[in-house]
């Protein structure tokens, strides 16, 4: 819901949505015959690479680019590779996308490679990186990582989303299953578990502490939560896990627990759809299935010009593909008719306030925007503590001007950590 005011010194109110009584179950979309995986690493033409086109894949199997990669993804479904490209993102990150053609007589069912897995973060990233959620396990197995509190996130950080909500509310015992091993495997001293203060809960997990969140937003936002729960400021430029606090969605709890047990990774991600016409679904899609499949499933034609955003309507990143696939940390997915989208402006600023007011974390927006546009970021950050704005886009929904504010901040913040690795 939001609620403007008549007058210019109170702040719009922009609240939560709240996961409805009877919610349906997510629907299944059928394994497609072939799926897109985006692998977190560049092409590297003076290497020879491991993976090559028609080569056969097995379903759980560990997919690197070289002998001495990192970076891996799990493949959903036994096939074949059939090609291998380059993909950009919204930043201009460089990443490899890999389409796998799935052997005809497969399902999500099907069996998958078992691993060894043991109670340790080492062996849990080694194996489940890409779980549905994206668990943060490579940050739990960094060495120097200090881990004195986990936090569950039941309560959706932004608007109109509910993936997180509906996991809470359906898998409570696979939740408590996976907050032990979470406990087990990274021996964090407290783990707490956000819910909606509005949201009726039936019984809080035996391992976390619930923390009720207002319905207000930006109040789920992980800086927000460190300040109004756990008695901390998030200091400019760093990151809650500088302060021993990593935040983990309960789906990725939930696919801890379910690994852990079987021996196996899962592919099968919830996602929130959001129609043309603010009509909310709940899917259940394979890791890799291209948008077009889900759309196709609830008839949403996509026109020209129309926006798919992926993620929420305050924080959400626009694609402009539809074979754009399903990431392990796809929550949201929201379809915008094209007569609708809000229109952007390179105007001048108009100096109304408006941003600096609504900001929680209180910083001159108005100022920030002028040094951004210019691409002085080390001043912005200096000076007008780029660093500090918790991204939570506030001020784009009220600049009067129509200036794409958070964009430039996001691409400001992007640009600064360029300069810096260079120097």
Do not use: W
């Not at 939930?254 to 196996?264: F, G, H, I, M, R």
């Not at 890799?288 to 926006?307: A, V």
């Amino acid at each position: 819901m939001i609620k403007r005011s008549f007058f210019t010194l109170s702040k719009p109110k922009l609240h939560y949505s709240l996961i409805e009584p009877g919610y349906k179950e997510p629907e299944s979309i059928p394994v497609p015959s072939d799926l897109i995986l985006l692998l977190n690493e560049s092409i590297d033409n003076k290497k020879e690479m491991l993976l090559k086109k028609d080569q056969a894949v097995e379903k759980g199997e560990k997919l690197s680019m070289y002998e001495d990669s990192s970076e891996y993804v799990v493949c959903p479904v036994s096939g074949k590779i059939t090609d291998i490209d380059i993909y950009s993102d919204s930043m201009g990150k460089v990443s490899t996308s890999l389409i796998i053609k799935k052997e005809q007589i497969q399902s999500s069912d099907s069996p998958s490679t078992a691993y060894d897995l043991t109670e340790d973060a080492a062996c849990a990233d080694r194996f489940l990186r890409n779980l549905p959620g994206a668990p943060p396990l490579r940050a739990f197995a960094n060495s120097s990582a200090k881990v004195d509190t986990i936090v569950i996130t039941g309560a959706d950080s932004d608007l109109s989303c509910c993936t997180c909500q509906y996991v809470a509310l359906n898998y409570i015992d696979k939740i408590n299953a996976g907050a032990k091993i979470l406990k087990q495997i990274t021996k964090a001293g407290k783990i707490c578990m956000t819910i909606p203060e509005q949201l009726h809960y039936p019984e809080g997990p035996d391992m976390a502490q619930v923390i009720r969140t207002s319905m207000v937003y930006p109040s789920n936002q992980p800086a927000m939560i460190l300040k109004d729960h756990l008695g901390m400021v998030l200091p400019a430029g760093q990151t809650p896990e500088d302060l021993g606090v990593y935040f983990i969605s309960p789906e990725a709890v939930v696919s801890l627990a379910n690994a852990y047990e079987t021996q196996t990774a899962g592919f099968e991600k919830i996602v929130t759809i959001i129609g043309k016409q603010g009509l909310v679904s709940c899917v259940k899609a394979t890791i890799g299935t291209p948008l077009k499949k889900i759309f196709d499933t609830f008839g949403i034609q996509i026109n020209e010009q129309d926006r798919i955003i992926i993620g929420g309507p305050m924080q959400g990143v626009t694609t402009f593909t539809q074979d754009h696939p399903v990431q392990a940390d796809t929550d949201t997915v929201i379809i915008q008719d094209r007569e609708i989208i809000p229109e952007l402006s390179d105007n001048a600023c108009v100096n109304c306030g408006r941003c600096v007011q609504i900001c929680p974390a209180s910083i001159p927006v108005n100022l920030l925007v002028r040094y951004l546009e210019a691409d002085h970021y080390e001043e912005a950050a200096d000076k007008f503590d780029l660093e500090s704005c918790i991204e939570c886009g506030l001020c784009a929904y009220a600049c009067l001007a129509r200036i794409p504010l958070f964009q430039y901040i996001k691409l400001g913040k992007h640009e600064l950590l360029k300069l810096r690795a260079d120097a």
